[in-house]
């Protein structure tokens, strides 16, 4: 085939695949605005932190220990996505591809290729505009590097972050072909767990002690660049046999007719999601659902039936693998990484984001899947309640799923001076996201539903984190980072208040709802 | 009469459940082939098979001489094929869906796909972004994907679902047209009046396998089909009943 061809092939696929996922900007101008605002939202937030952050840090660390710390969270981060996205197929397939593309002459390398490029641009579309300038003004103002020295961790950054994704494509092919989900968890999850051992917990660990994680290579290559550390030798010689892998396994991927096992698997759109792959996921879900009712019989309590019904969804849909891998990645983070040598305050804050991260996760999935099927409660005599109800259920379960190991290993949690906080973040959560998705039910308006949600997923963590700080200073001045009750007042006073604004704003929606 | 695809011992599993276990069946030039069973018969693995969406286990399909297999992007261009959900891309106009499907078709948006268009009425909304149309034109636009390439073998699978009675009319007369120039066509549907009226031949097919081939479609009426599967808990229900 003329190479002509393949290239007019790559191109006309790559572009496909970013109308498909940026596609809902065409529909609505207002969808455009937003994403202006999303990205300047999420750079003023991110910035504020890590600026914060970055000052705070530098007074006690070098500036060579904090570019390999910001290096090294980046390129784990990087492997650990892909590892999820390997777990699913590596490939992202949407439902119209396997409809209509897959029909046509495309070769498997071609579509590969094009995936490639999907990946790459999709997610640093989204990333860049937030991080490029945060990234030169910290570099160049705050870590006093050069211009150039910021390109070339730059040019490592994308460099590391296509050969990631091509790692994460081969693999994700080459696992389903052995259609073991036991043997690709396995895989993915051994991953993972080696790739924690190399992360800093930038935000939780106790600054003043020395680190003892080992940088990942591609950082510690990345490092040896900037900072002229030349004498290094296994860096390169790892980065080099990484690559050399990744090329192996993606052009044996590329061998293989993987729309066989791999089938329609990319359903969030950025902003929209089709009524078709809603309707999939949520047949899947039903599917996945009669077989758990099996395990577990039906229970009487329409509240009740609805928890195990969001529960098999929670099981279904990955949410709760993707939290068991983050709580194992985390405990053996700070099992081998950094043991004994976390502050409890610290441990709060990750208690918190951990809890807000995942809560609002799951109330976005549900936006995003069983939104539609809202009619079914709806046509029903409180209905709505008994789903709104059975959800939130569902979430404290989670939250308890969640808490329950990570306390065990802290127990200083359990202590009475903690104890009220932590109950309070078992409860409050779930009634939170509740009563927003409530807030959320119209479908088919523009200015969609799960656009909001996922801007509000964005601004999650940041506002975890720092809130309760901002809270902490205002209402018990002076702030005090190391005064634990500085901090948790602010974390509670912020809760508390965010709290009791929703319930306002949004019960009457609530009984609104119920009276359609 | 030339035979176009050719079907030999074909087996696919889902992991242990039976998708179509060991089918075989050919189709000649110009003939309307139809296969007919109840949900999860295996019709629609029958088509994914010959579309080369998936791949058997077992068996070979034999496409105008060559073998449907790991290479099949080489015969792909002789085969259309319209799924029963289809999906499309939402934030595309049918216009840009077409050219794309053209381009990796390798192929100019030819000026029978505009033909199309303007019979199908596409025409009218073609620069309007998919999300934005109905059911019905979203029908008539998967159809227009599925044909505008001229294929010598076309996989419909329920292709009159959600259109109105004009449209179905439209679609038809475009059917016609394309069997009398020597294509062939492979029919899946549950709507007994459409068998009737289009096919030369007729596959029953149940629980992933060939049940009988009817070829005197003429003289076939509803009662003789239910006889003839009479296997199928569904089917004696509804003797029972009366319908």
Sequence with gaps: MPATTTFRKIRYMTFYKLLSHFGALRKDKKFGITYFLLILGGFLVISLG??????????????????????????????????????????????????????????????????????????????VPVFLPLIYVVGKYFLELSTFEILIMMCFAFLYSIIEVMFSQGLGVLLSKTRNELLTNFVALSLVLITAMQYPLLFFTDLSIDKIYTPPFAAALTLSYIFGKRDLIYPPIAFTVFAIVTLLIYFKASKLWFFD?????????????????????????????????????????????????????????????????????????????NPGKMLSLYKFVNLLALIVVSNMSHGLLWIAHDRINMWIPLSAPNGVEKVLGGFEKSLIVLNLALLLPYVALN???????????????????????????????????????????????????????????????????????????????????????VYAILCLLLSKRISEYSDD | MKTLLELRNVTKYYDSKVGVENISFNLNSGEFLTLFGPNGAGKTTTLKLIAGLIHPDSGEIIIMSKKLDGNASEVKNLIGYLPEYPSLPEYLTPEEFIEFLAALRGTKSSEYAYELFEILGINKFSSELIAKLSK????????????????????????????????????????????????????????????????????????????????????????????????????????????
Aim: proline fraction near 4%; include cysteine; charged fraction near 15%.
């Design chain 1, 50 to 127: 890590l600026s914060s952050f970055s000052t705070g840090f530098l007074t006690r660390t070098t500036r060579i220990e904090t570019v390999e710390l910001i290096l090294s969270m980046f390129f784990s981060t990087q492997f650990i996505l892909g590892m999820i996205v390997a777990r699913k197929g590596g490939v992202s397939i949407f439902a119209s591809e396997y409809h209509y593309v897959a029909c046509t002459p495309i070769t498997p390398l071609q579509y590969l290729v094009s995936d490639t490029f999907f990946q790459f641009f999709s997610s640093n579309l989204l990333s």
């Design chain 2, 136 to 243: 019905g034109q979203r029908q008539l636009v998967a159809f227009a994907a599925s044909i505008f390439h001229r294929p010598k073998i076309l996989l419909l699978d329920e292709p009159f679902l959600g259109l109105d009675i004009f449209a179905q009319e439209r679609v038809s007369e475009i059917l016609l047209e394309y069997i009398s120039q020597g294509n062939s066509i492979i029919f899946s549907t549950h709507i007994f009046d459409f068998v009737k009226r289009f096919s030369h031949r007729v596959i029953l097919i149940s629980n992933g396998r060939i049940r009988d081939i009817i070829y005197d479609v003429e003289n076939l009426n509803f009662e003789k089909l239910l006889r003839k599967l009479g296997g199928w808990a569904e089917c004696q229900q509804l003797q029972l009943s009366g319908k």
């Design chain 1, 261 to 337: 096992y791999i089938g329609p698997n990319y359903v969030s759109s950025v902003f929209d999601v089709t009524s078709y792959t809603t309707r999939l996921r949520h047949r899947q879900v039903l599917c996945f659902f009669e077989k758990f009712s099996k395990i577990i019989p039906f229970p009487s309590s329409k509240k009740a039936f609805f928890t195990l019904f969001h529960l098999s969804r929670m099981v279904r849909d990955g949410t709760l693998w993707v939290m068991a891998i983050s709580i194992a990645a985390f405990f053996v983070n700070v099992m081998f990484v």
């Design chain 1, 411 to 497: 127990t200083d949690l359990l202590s009475a001076f903690f104890l009220p906080s932590v109950i309070a973040l078992i409860i409050i959560p779930p009634k939170i996201i509740a009563l927003l998705i409530a807030t959320f039910r119209e479908v088919g308006k523009t200015f969609t539903t799960q656009f909001i949600l996922m801007i509000l997923l964005s601004l999650s963590l940041p506002t975890a984190l720092i809130s309760p700080m901002i809270a902490g200073s205002l209402f018990y001045p002076p702030i005090d980072l190391t005064s634990t009750t500085n901090y948790l007042s602010g974390a509670i006073t912020y809760l508390g208040v």
